[in-house]
């Protein structure tokens, strides 16, 4: 790097004593960065800080697009087809990551080692596809943990009732066949359900991938041939028939997706929720919220195997393959994931994805009995987090499965008849692309 | 040296001919072109792979499909039939209104005003099981006391669906029919009151026969609207669940966009039209039978 180093990032890498690239003056003067971000008044914060790396190298960003990451990926997909990915930096997601392996430049050979190894290991390696590193990962890493009404493990009639029901303890459940029994024994349709789940899309697919893993099984074979047909997979959408049987759950749960869950815990209508990180300010906001100040967050319980549920994804930036100029492109993409960027999204209640953050922002909740508790939870769940299976395909496998698993939920087929049908037409899918 | 010239009946349609071709022909015979490949849009390579008939007939054999394509024939069926009398009946009330029938036409469009974007938000809310008006409706009204699964039941989600696309686009015919309430001529119906027919004779042998072209005209344009119906259906169920709401659009749409199999999505779009031309087809016939019999067409 030539010239003087900016005074922020000065600071940054001696008064804090972190790795990160340093930014030169002007050393970008004169290049013209166009950006696809994802939209969001949650990610302006950080979209403000693109303003300092102008200053300091003398680029000019223009943003051209902001959309969701579903808008994202169909506009990802027709600039494929018609050839126009000049722009430089994209907003990605993990899970949608695998479908573009050539829109997207290999980060290594135009970030430092020493940058790299500041993130956490399983995201680095969830963002290596194909051997390429197609992104770094931003303070928006996501698993689910358990998000539940304390009140109702404090009352001792409840206590008693369900201990002469099941012959165990009531408290928060640690499996999910605990979770089953506890979601049935709360339920009181049609004013209070025990649980609801996400019933469509992707949304149902990873819940369900989740719970396959947990109870020993995998979605793919090595060589990508469907594995879900199993009896792990099996036990996993036995899971959601039951409790959509026994009226635990919203009979609209299979219309349901991230904001009717969210929304739904936060009328006080919902005993357990397994949700995200973004939700715990929310759920705990009495302005938002009629279970906050009850809300109690655990680790994700564990399957059949005694594996936890832990389907994972991140946001990253990546450059695309035919940016003029990929290095100045890497400069503002290293910018917006660095430490100071990482501290100012999580502030606001994201993970990191950087080791150090992590530290800092356990340090920074030490204080706050609900934010160490929902930090806490969800640190315990992200050791043995996993991201999506690494195919292509995975957005498509799950367009074929998705309704399959809702018909079973619904009573239209049975369990070993849905997963038999998913899977004979993700094997026809894969056979069509010559996955095998 | 002399220049060759063009004839000026070519200059003159020429601008015509490159907007035709540029808007219409060259996008229509490169997607059906496409319907004959693999194309996948993230891998522009397969534009160029010719796989023949496969797309056609993998939807052709595919139940799915054909279960979508029933479902839009259901619907059009359904949605234009109600629509038609409602419309009838709301056009018919209308022009019996002596004071502030104006603004009553306007107040009739404003339904058709709104995005159906919008309007689709609208019904799902309106119908969402825990939150939702109607459940929230029938359970303080005592008519019930569980959570009716309105978008999530195949029949009633097809209700729910057919409710929000009739409230939308009943004042397409009510407008069309009221037109032609207008323009009736009061003879016939002078006569048929001296002769002494009764009020549901006039109207059943004078009014509707002279109606029909314009119930017909309104039929054609909204089988075209509802049979590529896509924005209403998306955002209240997209299809699901399990496949119980899916129509040709909503299939086609996430095949082409989300899976981005637009080869596929091109054949099974062209399969498609074919529902489209059948109903118009069958609607102008109907309209030129109609014509004939009072004596307007050939």
Not at chain 1, 171 to 176: H, L, V
Not at chain 1, 270 to 287: E, K, Q, R, Y
Request: charged share 15%; hydrophobic share 45%; with cysteine.
């Amino acid at each position: 790097m030539k010239g003087r180093v900016t005074s922020s990032a000065l600071a940054l890498a001696t008064g804090l004593g972190f790795a990160t690239a340093a930014l030169a003056d002007g050393e970008f003067a004169g290049v013209a960065i166009e950006a696809k971000l994802i939209g969001g008044q949650q990610y302006e914060a950080l979209y403000g800080r693109i303003a300092e790396w102008e200053k300091a190298t003398g680029a000019k960003v223009s943003i051209i697009s902001q959309k969701n990451h579903f808008e994202l990926d169909k506009e990802y997909k027709a600039d494929i087809a018609a050839g126009t990915t000049a722009w430089c930096v994209g907003s990605n997601h993990s899970s949608f990551a695998p479908q573009y392996p050539d829109l997207f430049t290999d980060l290594t050979p135009l970030v430092a080692a020493d940058t790299v190894a500041g993130f956490v290991p399983a995201n680095i390696a969830a963002a290596t596809i194909g051997g390429k590193l197609t992104m770094l990962p931003r303070a928006q890493f996501d698993v689910s943990a358990l998000y539940y009404q304390k009140s109702l493990y404090t009352d001792p009639a409840k206590a008693e009732a369900f201990k002469a029901k099941f012959g165990y303890d009531l408290a928060p459940p640690e499996t999910w066949d605990q979770f089953r029994d506890q979601a049935m024994f709360f339920a009181a349709p049609p004013n209070f359900y025990g649980t609801q789940y996400a019933g469509k899309d992707e949304a149902i697919n990873g819940r369900f991938y989740e719970l396959v893993v947990a109870n020993g099984g995998k979605m793919f074979n090595d060589d990508f041939t469907p594995a879900f047909n199993s009896p792990a997979g099996k036990e996993a959408l036995q899971w959601f028939v039951d409790l959509y049987k026994a009226g635990a759950v919203p009979p609209g749960t299979t219309n349901y997706l991230w904001d009717d869950l969210g929304n739904g815990f936060a009328s006080g209508t919902i005993a357990l929720n397994l949700d995200w990180p973004g939700w715990s300010g929310f759920f705990n906001d009495p302005a938002a919220s009629k279970v906050a100040s009850n809300v109690g967050v655990a680790p994700a319980p564990k399957g059949s195997a005694g594996v936890r549920t832990g389907w994972s994804g991140f946001h990253g930036f990546s450059v695309t393959e035919a940016c003029a100029n990929k290095e100045a492109a890497a400069s503002l993409v290293d910018f917006l994931t660095n430490e100071d960027s990482q501290k100012l999204e999580s502030a606001a209640g994201p993970l990191p994805s950087r080791t150090a953050v992590w530290d800092y922002v356990l340090e920074q909740a030490k204080d706050d009995p609900y934010k160490s508790e929902v930090l806490a939870a969800f640190q315990e769940t992200a050791k043995t987090a996993f991201p999506v299976p690494p195919t292509p395909y995975w957005i498509e496998a799950g367009n074929l499965i998705f309704p399959e698993l809702q018909a079973a939920i619904l009573g239209d087929k049975t369990v070993d008849q849905a997963l038999q049908d998913a899977s004979d037409a993700v094997d026809g899918l894969m056979k069509e692309n010559g996955v095998y | 040296m002399t220049r060759n010239r063009l004839p000026p009946w070519l200059v003159l349609l020429l601008p015509a001919v490159i907007i035709i071709l540029a808007v219409v022909a060259i996008p229509l015979v490169l997607s059906l072109y496409s319907s004959f490949t693999p194309y996948h849009l993230t891998r522009p390579d397969t534009l160029w792979k010719w796989t023949g008939s496969f797309n056609y007939i993998k939807a052709a054999t595919d139940p799915n499909f054909w279960k979508a394509f029933g479902r839009t024939v259901l619907l059009l069926t359904i949605a234009l039939n109600a629509e038609m009398l409602l419309g009838l009946g709301l056009a018919l009330m209308v022009s019996k209104v002596t004071h502030g029938q104006r603004a009553l036409r306007t107040a009739m469009m404003f339904p058709m005003m709104f995005s159906p974007i919008l309007v689709g938000f609208q019904f799902k809310f309106i119908f969402n099981d825990n939150v939702g008006l109607v459940n929230n409706a029938l359970q303080s009204l005592g008519l019930t006391d569980v959570a009716i699964p309105w978008l999530v039941d195949g029949n009633l989600a097809m209700f729910a669906i057919i409710f929000a696309e009739v409230w939308t686009s009943t004042s397409v015919f009510a407008i069309l029919i009221l037109a032609g309430l207008f323009a009736l001529p009061q003879d016939p119906l002078e006569a048929a009151k001296v002769d002494g027919c009764t009020p549901w004779q006039s109207f059943r042998f004078v009014t509707l026969p002279f109606l029909m072209p314009f119930i017909y005209i309104a039929m054609a344009i909204r089988s075209l609207d509802v049979a590529r119906a896509y924005d209403i259906v998306q955002v209240m169920t997209n299809g699901g669940p399990a496949r119980r709401t899916e129509l040709l659009w909503t299939l086609i749409g996430r095949t082409g966009y989300v899976d981005a199999r637009m080869g596929y999505a091109n054949a099974m779009g062209y399969i498609a039209i074919l529902l489209s031309i059948g109903f118009t087809v069958y609607f102008f016939l109907k309209l030129q039978t109609a014509r004939r019999e009072l004596g307007m067409g050939d």
